[in-house]
């Protein structure tokens, strides 16, 4: 056998891409019909960027939070997206206890919970998905996890969904006002789900040059929002352009 068969690749560090969903009442109908529709497309995508990522193994924890919180995926850990064949209707109905899906969160956030690796982690990303305002104490449960160095360096974003939800919560989960995607109608949610997770995922599970410049969780959320901005308004130029070049037939 030759030195070069002899050669195993390197092992990945991990990268846990949290999903927090809003499963309120006030949730019920399009809205979460349409991010069920959005994550049951969205995991393949995901194992696409995860299979051609030399640097990172992505997996994927999510919870859904209503009166009370419930991870999808299982309690011991986040899943392998080849683990991920079907996705689970969520159903809309209860409170919005963002307060107890923080503090669970918290819990999770730890070498001994979700984040054990013998290969280490990444700062994992975090996205939040809700239409309303907290009903429980949620400032309480968001000053404790900001004392949690995983979610200090993780990528935070926040979609509103339909214009919703309390602008300053968002805020100050994030850290960054302008890490906030404003998701107003069915088609637009769709699309934000699909590309602020891919987007997201690439960014955060890439190894960085010692070169690269120096810059801070919050700046990074928010650039990859613009960033998913650009690409959705791009989009919308581009049909159009093709529907005005119809119409002179």
């Known amino acids: 056998m030759s030195l070069l068969e002899e050669i195993t690749p390197a092992p990945r560090r991990i990268m846990t ?22 994550m049951e497309e969205c995991i393949p995508l995901l194992r696409e960027v995860a299979q051609a990522n030399d640097d990172a193994d992505i997996k994927v924890a999510i ?21 991920l064949t079907n996705w689970r209707d969520l159903t809309a109905q209860g409170l919005t206890d963002l307060g107890a899906a923080l503090t669970e969160l918290d819990k999770r956030l730890s ?6 690796s013998q ?8 996205i939040l998905l809700s239409d309303g305002a907290p009903t429980d104490d949620w400032k309480g449960a968001l000053t404790k996890i900001k004392q949690n160095n995983w979610f200090k360096h993780a990528i935070k ?7 919703g939800s309390d602008r300053d919560v968002l805020t100050e989960f994030t850290g960054n006002s302008e890490a906030i995607l404003d998701a107003k109608d069915k088609s637009t949610l ?3 789900i699909h590309k602020v997770s891919v987007r997201a995922s690439e960014f955060q599970s890439h190894s960085k040059a010692s070169s690269d410049m ?9 650039a990859i929002v613009e960033d998913v901005k650009n690409s959705i308004e791009s989009e919308a130029v581009s049909v159009s352009n093709d529907e005005q070049e119809w119409g002179e037939w």
């Open 63 to 83: 919870m859904q939070f209503s009166s009370g919180f419930e991870w999808i995926t299982p309690q011991n850990g986040p899943a392998d997206l080849e683990q």
């Open 119 to 126: 290969t280490g982690a990444y700062a994992p990303v975090i």
């Open 17 to 38: 891409l949290f999903y927090l969903i809003d499963s309120s009442g006030s949730m019920k109908g399009t809205k979460i019909g349409t991010v069920n529709a959005a």
């Open 157 to 163: 974003i926040a979609i509103d969904i339909e214009s």
């Open 214 to 222: 120096l810059t801070t969780p919050e700046f990074d959320s928010a």
């Open 111 to 116: 070498r001994s919970e979700f984040l054990s």
């Open 190 to 192: 769709k699309n934000m």
